[in-house]
């Protein structure tokens, strides 16, 4: 017969190793989520770098056919 004194062992080892499992897995998904947020961040910046960049090209291309004409 298993005494008090080794359930209460079993049951404060059960709640360590559950809740460790749980923060593990929490903060996998927080690290995630900073992942995923920080490349959308990055894409959209690129986004507008490129859509700037467009815009000066079409500005220069305007410039360039008014001259001409």
């Known amino acids: 017969m298993v005494g008090k004194l080794e359930r209460n062992k079993d049951l404060v080892q059960d709640i360590v190793e559950n809740t460790a499992h749980r923060v ?3 903060a996998s ?3 995630t989520a900073i992942v995923d947020v920080t490349r959308e961040i990055g894409d959209l910046v ?3 770098f490129e859509m700037r960049e467009a ?3 079409a500005r220069s291309a ?3 056919d008014e001259d001409a004409q």
């Open 62 to 64: 305007e410039t360039t």
């Open 55 to 57: 815009a000066k090209a």
């Open 24 to 26: 593990g897995t929490i």
């Open 46 to 48: 690129t986004d507008g």
């Open 29 to 31: 998904i927080i690290t």
